[in-house]
Structure formats: C-alpha cells, structure tokens
C-alpha cells in the first residue's frame, strides 16, 4: 500500500508562487513515475504535470508549460511542484498521484494511487 500526503496549497495573488509538495511512502518510490492533477470548481479533474521514476523525463500540460515545474527527490521520497506566474485560471484542488511503472504518462486512468488533495487559490 502506497500513502501520498499533499502539502503547500493556499492563497496567493496572481502573478505569484507557491510550491506544492507530495510526500510518499510504502514503496519503492523511484519506480513509480509520479503526476500533478488539478480539479477547479465544476470542472473535471485535468493534467498538470508529470515525471518518471529516475525524473529524467516530464511532461506538462500546455496550459502550465513554463510556469510549472515537477521535480523529485528520491532519497527523500517527494516530488514537488513550483508554480510561478499563477493566473485565478490556476484555481483547484491540486493532487498528487503515483503509478506503478516508471513510465509517464497523462492519463489518470493510469495512476493508482492519489494524495488527499491541496487547495490552491489564485486570486485577480
């Protein structure tokens, strides 16, 4: 069984910062690959961001590319994400998730495991 734990949502202005971080454990964490989702009010739960088990490869959804970055440390079993530039657009609950394999992917079909969530708010 794996357990992830979301930390570091809030409130903050647009154009400012915050940093997400996932905390995991149960496993062998460097052979999961690990993913962001986000869900905004009303809508459906979207990609965000995404990095392998040894964090060589990422993906990102366009509307975050370049304001967002996934890292990960695996010595210390956490990935996080540093969103810069957020716009009230960016407004969710955002969550982690972890798969199995190591392979990426941007699919939430494909991930098995899911934090609590952490709610961010960007406002105007």
């Known amino acids: 069984q794996v357990q992830l734990v979301d930390s570091g949502g809030g409130l903050v202005q647009a154009g400012g910062s915050l940093r997400l971080s996932c905390a995991a454990s149960?496993?062998?964490?460097?052979?999961?690959?690990m993913g962001w989702f986000r869900q905004g009010p009303g809508k459906e739960r979207e990609f965000v961001a995404c990095?392998?088990?040894?964090?060589?490869?990422?993906y990102y959804a366009d509307s975050v590319k370049g304001r967002f970055t996934i890292s990960r440390d695996n010595a210390k079993n956490t990935v996080d994400l540093q969103m810069n530039s957020l716009k009230p657009e960016d407004t969710a609950v955002y969550y982690c998730?972890?798969?199995?394999?190591?392979?990426?992917?941007?699919?939430?079909?494909?991930?098995?495991?899911w934090g609590q969530g952490t709610q961010v708010t960007v406002s105007s």
């Open positions: 990095i392998g088990g040894n964090g060589g490869s990422t």
């Open positions: 149960g496993r062998t964490f460097s052979s999961s690959a």
């Open positions: 998730a972890g798969k199995l394999v190591s392979y990426i992917s941007f699919n939430p079909d494909e991930y098995n495991y």
